[in-house]
């Protein structure tokens, strides 16, 4: 079992749409989480960056976490067709070693 | 501010061949990672330093792979020789210390054939 799991996609979905983009992971010592965001032959870039449980709001993006059932949630409101990326999560725990999940591929229809 | 540079940006090699791929971080940041990418897969950490010191390379090849950090700022990652599933996207990033917020680079596109 992979310590972090998300859905490849890819996800397809009408400009303006509410998109939910989610991950799971085994480890409980996970206290960091992220979101990066990568472009087609670009690096990641950090969106959200979240420590322990609840809610983190920064403009279209929302990140969810749920320790409890070992679940982490990012949603992006009124999406736009420059959203369509590969959409990364990442967690850590006090050891400072970043494990990333595989990555969803997110397409943005005009 | 400038971001972090790397080269080149594309490589094809053949396979028993070697590669070297360079990065210069983000200017002031202590914290130094190599990441490899395969197709379809989120980025896996190889080496991780601080300045000029390793922190982490458990998951580094030791046997075909090897990286320095000369003088803590620029590094080299070095695979020799290589294999055909050593083709991947080498990914640098920098950060100002070890904890904060990573900043990658574009990455090298490896092919090994």
């Known amino acids: 079992q992979k310590e972090v799991e998300q859905d490849p996609g890819p996800l397809s979905v009408p400009e303006g749409a509410i998109v939910s983009l989610n991950c799971t992971y085994s480890?409980?010592?996970?206290?960091?989480f992220m979101w990066y965001r990568q472009y087609s032959r670009k690096g990641p870039e950090l969106l959200m960056y979240?420590?322990?449980?609840g809610n983190k709001e920064d403009g279209r993006f929302t990140a969810q976490v749920d320790k409890s059932s070992k679940y982490i949630s990012l949603f992006i409101r009124d999406s736009q067709p420059s959203d369509s990326a590969t959409y990364l999560c990442?967690?850590?725990?006090?050891?400072?070693?970043?494990?990333f999940g595989s990555g969803t591929r997110l397409l943005v229809r005009p | 501010e400038a971001g972090v540079a790397q080269s080149p940006r594309y490589k094809i090699i053949e396979k028993r061949q070697s590669v070297a791929f360079w990065c210069n971080p983000i200017?002031?940041?202590?914290?130094l990672y190599w990441y490899q990418q395969i197709l379809g897969q989120g980025p896996k950490l190889l080496i991780q330093?601080?300045?000029?010191?390793?922190?982490?390379d458990s998951q580094l090849p030791k046997d075909r792979f090897s990286a320095e950090r000369l003088k803590g700022v620029d590094s080299t990652l070095k695979i020799q020789p290589a294999k055909l599933e050593d083709s991947a996207v080498y990914l640098c990033?920098?950060?100002?210390?070890?904890?904060?917020?990573?900043?990658f680079g574009q990455g090298t596109r490896l092919t090994v054939v």
């Open positions: 990033a920098s950060s100002p210390r070890t904890g904060a917020e990573a900043f």
């Open positions: 480890n409980s010592a996970f206290q960091y």
């Open positions: 979240t420590y322990s449980s």
């Open positions: 990442a967690m850590r725990d006090s050891s400072y070693k970043l494990i």
């Open positions: 200017s002031g940041h202590a914290t």
């Open positions: 330093f601080q300045n000029n010191g390793v922190v982490d």
